[in-house]
C-alpha cells in the first residue's frame, strides 16, 4: 500500500469537520462574488455612473488588485499565519464599510478607485482563511471540491441576472449583504492551522520542483486573459452594436458551462496525463478570445462567450493539479491565489491602457489570444522537455 505523502491519520482535525468544510466554500463563493459578476458591474457603471470604458477597467483592476493583496499578505496556509477569525472579521470590516461609503456618497472615479481598492483588500483578507479544505487530512479531494464550486455557476448566474436590474446603491447593498450574513458564522473557523508532519521522501521519479514555480508563473499569464476578457467582453458586445440585454443573458447562462467544464476536466483526468488535454484546451481558448477581435458578430459572440466559461474552470483545473504534481510538499500550491489575482489585476489594467491608446476592444481581445498562447509556449515547452517522464 502506497503511503500519503501527508499522514496526519489519529488526528482530530478541525478542517474535516462539516461545518467548517461547508462554510469554507460559502465564503469563498462570497470573496470571488465581485469577481464573476464584473461584466454587470462594469456595465453599471458605465450606464448608471457614467464612467468610461477606461475607467471601468482601472476600477476592476484596483479591485482585483486589493484581492490579490489581501490574499498574498494575509495568506494563511502556514500555522503561523494569525488568528484566521481576527482576518476574517477585519476583511468584512473592509469589504462591507468601502462599498457602503460609495452607496452613501457616489464618489468620483479617483475616490472610488481608492474604496475599490480596499473593498478589494477586504475581500483578499476574507477569502484566504476560508481556503482550510488544504489543511484537511485529504487535501487533494478538498482542492477538487473547492476547484468546481469556484466560481459557482448558480451564484454566478444569480448575480449576472440580479445586478442590471438594480440602482448602484441597490449594487452595493448586494455585496455589503453576502459579507454581513456569514458574520454569525466566524467562530466555526479554526483559528490557527493544523501543522502538518514534513512529507516523507519518496522514490518516485518527479519532475523538478522549479517546474512548480513555472506554472505559477504560467497562471499569471493565463489569468491575464481572463481578466481582460470577463471585464470587456459585456461592454465590447454593446460597442459592436449587439443589443445589451440579450448579450447580458447570454453571458449569464453561459456560466453554467464553467459547471460542464469542471466535471469534464475531472473525467479526464482521472484518464489521461495533465499535459496533453491541457495544451489543447489553451488551442481552444486562444481561438475563442481571438476570434473576436477579427470581428464580433452574434455568432461569434455567443460561440466565443461558451467557449471561455466552458475552458476556464477547465484550465483552472490541470493548472491547479500541474503546479500540486511538480511540488508535492504544497509550498508552491500557496501562491496560486495570488497567480490568480496577479494575472486578474493586471489584465483589466492592461485593457484600459489599449483602450486609452485607442486600440478598441479588438487590441482587447489580442491581448487576451497572446497571453493565452504565451501560456500554451510555456506548457508546450514543459512537454517536449519532460514528456519521456509523464
Avoid at 482601472?58 to 484581492?67: I, K, M, N, Q
Avoid at 473592509?94 to 481598492?117: E, G, K, Q
Avoid at 508532519?197 to 486573459?225: C, D, F, H, T
Avoid at 493539479?321 to 508552491?332: E, I, K, Q, T
Wanted: glycine fraction near 8%.
Amino acid at each position: 500500500m502506497t503511503t500519503p505523502p501527508f499522514s496526519i491519520a489519529n488526528t482530530d482535525n478541525p478542517f474535516d469537520r462539516r461545518g467548517p468544510f461547508l462554510l469554507s466554500l460559502v465564503m469563498t463563493l462570497v470573496g470571488y462574488s465581485v469577481l464573476v459578476a464584473l461584466p454587470a458591474i462594469n456595465g453599471a457603471w458605465v450606464e448608471q455612473l457614467g464612467f468610461s470604458e477606461v475607467e471601468v477597467n482601472r476600477v476592476a483592476s484596483a479591485d482585483l488588485l486589493g484581492l490579490f493583496l489581501g490574499a498574498v499578505h494575509h495568506e494563511p496556509s502556514h500555522p503561523d499565519a494569525g488568528n484566521r477569525q481576527t482576518l476574517t472579521y477585519l476583511g468584512i470590516f473592509l469589504a462591507v464599510s468601502r462599498p457602503r461609503h460609495c452607496a452613501l456618497s457616489m464618489p468620483t472615479i479617483d475616490t472610488t478607485l481608492v474604496l475599490r481598492l480596499a473593498a478589494g483588500l477586504g475581500a483578499g483578507i476574507y477569502t484566504p482563511p476560508s481556503r482550510w479544505p488544504g489543511s484537511a487530512r485529504t487535501p487533494s479531494r478538498a482542492r477538487r471540491s473547492t476547484g468546481c464550486c469556484w466560481p459557482s455557476p448558480s451564484r454566478s448566474l444569480l448575480e449576472l441576472q440580479l445586478i442590471p436590474h438594480l440602482s448602484m446603491n441597490g449594487v452595493y447593498l448586494f455585496f455589503i449583504a453576502t459579507y454581513v450574513v456569514t458574520l454569525p458564522f466566524v467562530r466555526l473557523i479554526p483559528k490557527t492551522a493544523l501543522r502538518r508532519p514534513e512529507p516523507e521522501a519518496s522514490s518516485e521519479k518527479q519532475r523538478p520542483p522549479l517546474l512548480a514555480w513555472v506554472g505559477i508563473g504560467a497562471i499569471v499569464i493565463a489569468y491575464i486573459n481572463i481578466g481582460a476578457y470577463w471585464s470587456n467582453i459585456e461592454l465590447a458586445a454593446e460597442a459592436a452594436g449587439l443589443d445589451g440585454d440579450w448579450s447580458a443573458q447570454v453571458i449569464a447562462w453561459s456560466v453554467l458551462l464553467s459547471f460542464v467544464g469542471c466535471f469534464a476536466a475531472m473525467w479526464i483526468l482521472k484518464r489521461f496525463d495533465h499535459d496533453r488535454p491541457l495544451l489543447f484546451t489553451f488551442c481552444l481558448m486562444v481561438m475563442a478570445v481571438g476570434l473576436l477581435a477579427v470581428e464580433i458578430t452574434a455568432a461569434l459572440f455567443v460561440f466565443s462567450v461558451a467557449m471561455f466559461n466552458f475552458l476556464w474552470i477547465f484550465i483552472d483545473v490541470y493548472q491547479m493539479g500541474g503546479v500540486s504534481v511538480a511540488d508535492r510538499s504544497g509550498s508552491a500550491a500557496a501562491f496560486i491565489p495570488g497567480a490568480q489575482g496577479l494575472g486578474q489585476t493586471v489584465g483589466p489594467f492592461a485593457a484600459s491602457i489599449m483602450l486609452e491608446l485607442g486600440w478598441g476592444f479588438n487590441g482587447v481581445f489580442i491581448l487576451c489570444a497572446i497571453a493565452s498562447a504565451s501560456a500554451l509556449a510555456i506548457y508546450s515547452a514543459i512537454y517536449l522537455k519532460y514528456r519521456q517522464q509523464l
